[in-house]
């Protein structure tokens, strides 16, 4: 970054521009945090500027999101900087806008030394509020003019582990309903940004207890709160499907909760990219708040007077692809999210049968795919949840035991058979055999796959082509 800065420094004296460091980089670099996007204000000639700063450092510029804003990458050291115009005279009122008063403050490019904080333009406080670890809107009228303020402020509290000033909590709890007017791929931005920190409940929780913005964020969860108290649960399944969640975190972030090759396993999935800058944890914690949504839609009372939920998981699955598709996830996010809630079950199923087998196993794992180990976290969460509600001195030891039973069958078993390309492929099964019409070679792989699974065969190429002599 010393390069950059000296580059900088330079184009403002020699063009006689002012150009400030505001936003995320500053913040964070007065927090003692690593930043490497860098977004800036120019008082004049953005694009030359940005331009011949493009040109200096030999990377790439592109135009930003409006007329007023350019972006310069640089894809191999993976750095962004961003320029923006902003009249000399206006840089208060400019600032004053972003509403947010830790991020509404800035340095001229050549005033950043190490007397930084004697040189920060702060009209609005910023400077105290990171000092003393509050998140704050300075006006309510910013709010108005931008609502995406509401959930961001969220955000940024779950990322630097900040509190609210109470003045704050007000002025959004008040303004609620302007969540309504942010796009929803904006707010899904935001959304996911306290999906990747820790202590998701404790936001989740106060989201809705203390801002009262959870509703407007999901209207779904208005009807969650009006159901769900039957014979296994004490609470309504808004309530039921908040402790799942603070469940799951509380596994995932807990090192000696499994075995180390299952913690290992399941350390490498929650980190999985799957969109951009998204990973699966996010996913996996989205699935655990939402896994019952669908009671409300499924409950029914049987002929004995009993409350039932048959088929909410099916129908919470569908009520979540459609949740996705609001916030403009991609299918693949979609597509996880609607087989983890579909299948959440299926783990209590087999506990409750006693059913273990390869057979149950086998298809379980077909079902659930590259979720097995997803809907085995949150199907833990959920039984864990339910009857330590019921009853918190039941030890939950026998149902942990089960669910790493299967993990470690897919994990050891069914993960090994996934690719049997070092073993044997298509190619090999047509040149042995003469295939009879209507007979695919994919279909006989997962014969093949199935076979090996239960023990019938060796994983081996002539264990296989003897098996499949016998079959054809």
Same mark, same amino acid.
């Given at each position: 970054?010393?390069?950059?800065?000296?580059?900088?420094?330079?184009?403002?004296?020699?063009?006689?521009?002012?150009?400030?460091?505001?936003?995320?980089?500053?913040?964070?670099?007065?927090?003692?945090?690593?930043?490497?996007?860098?977004?800036?204000?120019?008082?004049?000639?953005?694009?030359?500027?940005?331009?011949?700063?493009?040109?200096?450092?030999?990377?790439?510029?592109?135009?930003?999101?409006?007329?007023?804003?350019?972006?310069?990458?640089?894809?191999?050291?993976?750095?962004?900087?961003?320029?923006?115009?902003?009249?000399?005279?206006?840089?208060?009122?400019?600032?004053?806008?972003?509403?947010?008063?830790?991020?509404?403050?800035?340095?001229?490019?050549?005033?950043?030394?190490?007397?930084?904080?004697?040189?920060?333009?702060?009209?609005?406080?910023?400077?105290?509020?990171?000092?003393?670890?509050?998140?704050?809107?300075?006006?309510?009228?910013?709010?108005?003019?931008?609502?995406?303020?509401?959930?961001?402020?969220?955000?940024?509290?779950?990322?630097?582990?900040?509190? /609210?000033?109470?003045?704050?909590?007000?002025?959004?709890?008040?303004?609620?309903?302007?969540?309504?007017?942010?796009?929803?791929?904006?707010?899904?931005?935001?959304?996911?940004?306290?999906?990747?920190?820790?202590?998701?409940?404790?936001?989740?929780?106060?989201?809705?207890?203390?801002?009262?913005?959870?509703?407007?964020?999901?209207?779904?969860?208005?009807?969650?709160?009006?159901?769900?108290?039957?014979?296994?649960?004490?609470?309504?399944?808004?309530?039921?499907?908040?402790?799942?969640?603070?469940?799951?975190?509380?596994?995932?972030?807990?090192?000696?909760?499994?075995?180390?090759?299952?913690?290992?396993?399941?350390?490498?999935?929650?980190?999985?990219?799957?969109?951009?800058?998204?990973?699966?944890?996010?996913?996996?914690?989205?699935?655990?708040?939402?896994?019952?949504?669908?009671?409300?839609?499924?409950?029914?009372?049987?002929?004995?007077?009993?409350?039932?939920?048959?088929?909410?998981?099916?129908?919470?699955?569908?009520?979540?692809?459609?949740?996705?598709?609001?916030?403009?996830?991609?299918?693949?996010?979609?597509?996880?999210?609607?087989?983890?809630?579909?299948?959440?079950?299926?783990?209590?199923?087999?506990?409750?049968?006693?059913?273990?087998?390869?057979?149950?196993?086998?298809? /379980?794992?077909?079902?659930?795919?590259?979720?097995?180990?997803?809907?085995?976290?949150?199907?833990?969460?959920?039984?864990?949840?339910?009857?330590?509600?019921?009853?918190?001195?039941?030890?939950?030891?026998?149902?942990?035991?089960?669910?790493?039973?299967?993990?470690?069958?897919?994990?050891?078993?069914?993960?090994?058979?996934?690719?049997?390309?070092?073993?044997?492929?298509?190619?090999?099964?047509?040149?042995?055999?003469?295939?009879?019409?209507?007979?695919?070679?994919?279909?006989?792989?997962?014969?093949?796959?199935?076979?090996?699974?239960?023990?019938?065969?060796?994983?081996?190429?002539?264990?296989?082509?003897?098996?499949?002599?016998?079959?054809?």
């Amino acid at each position: 970054m010393d390069t950059i800065f000296s580059i900088l420094q330079d184009i403002s004296k020699e063009e006689n521009v002012n150009i400030y460091v505001t936003g995320k980089y500053l913040r964070d670099f007065l927090l003692g945090k690593k930043v490497k996007d860098m977004e800036l204000l120019v008082s004049n000639k953005t694009f030359s500027i940005a331009k011949k700063f493009a040109d200096k450092i030999d990377m790439q510029i592109i135009e930003g999101n409006n007329s007023l804003g350019y972006r310069v990458i640089d894809i191999d050291r993976d750095l962004r900087i961003d320029f923006y115009s902003i009249e000399e005279d206006n840089i208060n009122i400019y600032l004053q806008k972003r509403g947010i008063t830790i991020d509404s403050m800035a340095v001229d490019i050549c005033n950043f030394q190490d007397e930084l904080k004697g040189n920060i333009i702060d009209p609005t406080g910023g400077l105290k509020d990171i000092e003393n670890s509050i998140i704050r809107i300075w006006d309510e009228d910013v709010i108005y003019d931008n609502p995406l303020l509401i959930i961001k402020s969220v955000a940024l509290m779950s990322e630097l582990n900040f509190d /609210m000033d109470r003045d704050t909590i007000t002025v959004i709890k008040k303004n609620k309903s302007l969540v309504s007017n942010i796009q929803c791929k904006e707010l899904g931005e935001e959304f996911f940004k306290v999906l990747r920190r820790r202590k998701t409940y404790h936001y989740f929780s106060f989201m809705n207890d203390e801002l009262e913005i959870l509703e407007e964020i999901f209207p779904e969860i208005k009807k969650m709160k009006e159901v769900g108290e039957c014979d296994y649960h004490v609470v309504d399944a808004f309530r039921h499907s908040l402790y799942v969640l603070k469940l799951t975190e509380d596994v995932i972030y807990y090192d000696g909760y499994f075995e180390d090759h299952i913690r290992k396993s399941y350390e490498n999935h929650a980190e999985e990219n799957f969109e951009g800058d998204h990973t699966r944890i996010e996913l996996m914690k989205l699935a655990a708040f939402f896994h019952d949504v669908g009671k409300p839609s499924a409950r029914k009372i049987d002929s004995t007077g009993r409350v039932r939920f048959k088929g909410h998981e099916i129908t919470g699955a569908e009520m979540v692809k459609d949740i996705s598709k609001r916030f403009g996830l991609s299918i693949k996010a979609r597509d996880i999210l609607y087989r983890i809630v579909a299948k959440h079950m299926l783990p209590l199923v087999s506990y409750k049968s006693n059913d273990v087998s390869a057979r149950f196993l086998y298809k /379980m794992f077909q079902e659930c795919k590259d979720e097995t180990l997803d809907v085995l976290l949150i199907a833990l969460a959920d039984i864990i949840g339910t009857r330590k509600l019921l009853n918190p001195d039941e030890e939950m030891g026998k149902f942990k035991i089960h669910v790493e039973y299967i993990a470690n069958n897919y994990i050891t078993r069914y993960k090994e058979i996934e690719d049997l390309s070092d073993v044997i492929n298509g190619k090999d099964i047509i040149q042995e055999f003469d295939l009879p019409d209507g007979v695919l070679v994919s279909d006989l792989i997962e014969e093949v796959r199935k076979a090996i699974f239960m023990g019938k065969i060796g994983m081996n190429k002539n264990s296989i082509l003897k098996y499949l002599q016998n079959i054809l």
